[in-house]
């Protein structure tokens, strides 16, 4: 398995507050991603790094912003939690090689109350 | 844009059933199109990948695919559906501007003794 880690799994928070989810790697792969996943929707990229300090949005970016400040880590904040923000995120890695698949962490499931 | 689409959020089948789920994408040019699993509670992990070497790829666990440019399908299939396929089943195709994966919303396969 790729050595992904994600952290916090699970996370309730209350609306308003700020969120900071981490997703650590271990390959030194360049890419790395943030998805999250609701019912009826798959997954949908949030935002996306090409290397460090390197980072650009996805389809779903709004109230979301992330940091990448060494290779192995790629931070999400939720700056004001929402109660839509509700969902389960998923970070991912890949290679350089435009054919390579990506690798998946286990999910952080944040519960916004 | 590159997309997919999977017909069916459900698909039912009894053990040792055809498994078919469909894939149908959408690319102004040759795609790269992958296949994930998702068991409950879990990341996703890759069934298999067409890159354009070879049309009909197979993957783990029995499953197979195969690239139909004509049809611009990507079906996944499996002769004989085990207990242990129940799951969720996830297409995707690699964004040509960046390396980012655009998923599909997903089948959820259901397997009946």
């Known amino acids: 398995d790729a050595g992904i880690t994600q952290s916090p799994r699970h996370k309730v928070t209350e609306t308003g507050t700020p969120v900071t989810l981490r997703c650590h790697q271990t390959?030194?792969?360049?890419?790395m991603y943030w998805y999250r996943q609701d019912p009826g929707h798959g997954l949908r990229l949030i935002h996306y790094?090409?290397?460090?300090?390197?980072?650009d949005k996805g389809e779903v970016s709004d109230g979301y912003s992330v940091s990448r400040s060494k290779t192995e880590d790629f931070l999400l904040t939720l700056e004001s939690a929402t109660s839509s923000q509700t969902s389960v995120y998923f970070c991912?890695?890949?290679?350089?090689?435009?054919?390579?698949?990506?690798?998946f962490g286990q999910g952080t499931r944040l519960t916004v109350v | 844009a590159q997309s997919v689409t999977q017909l069916g959020s459900h698909v039912s089948v009894s053990e040792g059933a055809l498994v078919l789920l469909r894939c149908n994408y959408s690319?102004?040019?040759?795609?790269?199109l992958f296949w994930y699993v998702q068991y409950p509670n879990q990341g996703l992990q890759l069934l298999l990948k067409?890159?354009?070497?070879?049309?009909l790829v197979k993957g783990i666990n029995g499953f197979e695919a195969e690239f139909k440019k004509s049809e611009t399908s990507f079906h996944l299939t499996k002769p004989s559906a085990h207990m242990s396929d129940a799951a969720e089943y996830f297409c995707?195709?690699?964004?040509?501007?960046?390396?980012?994966?655009?998923f599909g919303t997903g089948t959820r396969l259901l397997v009946s003794p």
């Open positions: 991912a890695i890949s290679e350089r090689e435009r054919r390579s698949e990506a690798f």
């Open positions: 390959e030194n792969h360049r890419y």
């Open positions: 790094s090409y290397g460090v300090k390197d980072t």
């Open positions: 690319s102004s040019v040759p795609p790269y």
């Open positions: 067409y890159t354009s070497a070879a049309t």
């Open positions: 995707a195709v690699l964004n040509t501007g960046f390396q980012k994966l655009v």
